[in-house]
Each structure stands twice: as C-alpha cells, then as structure tokens.
C-alpha cells in the first residue's frame, strides 16, 4: 500500500538537465530505501540510484558522476537531478521503494524494492 505520483521527465537536449520527482502515499513509515532505476526498450532494468535510512542516517549511492539522489522528509519524496545529459541516457525512469532491510549491496538490485512507480520518459535528442 504505497503508491506514487513520478514526474519530470520530458524531451530535453543534449548537455541540457532534468530533475525527476517521485512523492510517495500510502505506508510510507515502513520504508527503508528508495531508488531510481532506468529502462531503455528491449534492456533489462538498470540500477541508477538510491538513497537508503533504515537504521541510521541517510546514504546516498549513484552509478553515474552526472546524477544525484535526494530525498525531502517531510514531503516523503524523492529527487534525481540529472545533468549534462546525452542520448545515451534516454530511456524510462522508474521510481522504487523498498520496506525490507538488507545490507547496502542488495539495494543495487530491482528485487529489493517490493514497491514501483508508473516510470517517466527522459528523451535526449537534438
């Protein structure tokens, strides 16, 4: 029972810059971590970010220099600023939360997020 509401993609230029929104409702007390993940067509799905609380204080982990995760408390939502884009990043972005403690590891991988958005398509194109 948690749901939510991604936003932010679009058609964007090379070089330009996105900032992705994901707000989560619902049994958001449970979760311990939520990330992005990216899908181009006919790819699996691809770990691009996470940030991760259970049990202590915030951390934030990003296989790409370009992009940063954050996350507002208070508003239960999540952000990937994503800058100096190229078309090599275009593809649908997905938001994901997980309610399961695991140790950092795990949440590089889609199987710890028992929760996922509708995604958003990041389109870079000249």
């Known amino acids: 029972q948690v749901q939510f509401v991604e936003s932010g993609g679009g058609l964007v230029q090379p070089g330009g810059s996105l900032r992705l929104s994901c707000a989560a409702s619902g049994r958001t007390f449970s979760l311990s971590a939520m990330g992005w993940f990216l899908q181009a067509p006919g790819k699996e799905r691809e770990f691009v970010a996470t940030i991760i609380w259970s049990g202590g204080k915030p951390d934030a982990l990003s296989v790409k220099g370009r992009f940063t995760i954050s996350r507002n408390n208070a508003e239960n939502t999540v952000y990937l600023q994503m800058n100096s884009l190229v078309p090599e990043d275009t593809a649908v972005y997905f938001c994901?939360?997980?309610?399961?403690?695991?140790?950092?590891?795990?949440?590089?991988?889609?199987?710890?997020?028992?929760?996922w958005g509708q995604g958003t398509q990041v389109t870079v194109s000249s």
């Open positions: 994901a939360a997980s309610d399961q403690y695991y140790g950092d590891p795990a949440y590089l991988a889609p199987e710890a997020y028992a929760y």
